[in-house]
């Protein structure tokens, strides 16, 4: 994802749903000299920094299948 949109996601007011490797995660914090952020991810509790391009906005239709858009 653009870092500019996580940006936007973390600084929203709005609930934007967000997903690392299938699993919905909430972003802790970005570093944006280094295109990273800090996540929590919401199924294990497990907290991860990633590159930003891994992370993929989008909204979950049932519990089989996901749709996300890879800004």
Known sequence: M???RILEIKNSSCITRVF???HEVWINSVDCENNIAQILDLQTY???VVNCKKLLEG???N???LA???L
């Open 46 to 48: 497990e907290t991860y």
């Open 63 to 65: 519990n089989s299948s």
């Open 2 to 4: 653009d870092i500019n």
């Open 20 to 22: 690392y490797k299938n």
């Open 59 to 61: 909204v979950c239709l």
């Open 68 to 70: 996300v858009n890879p």
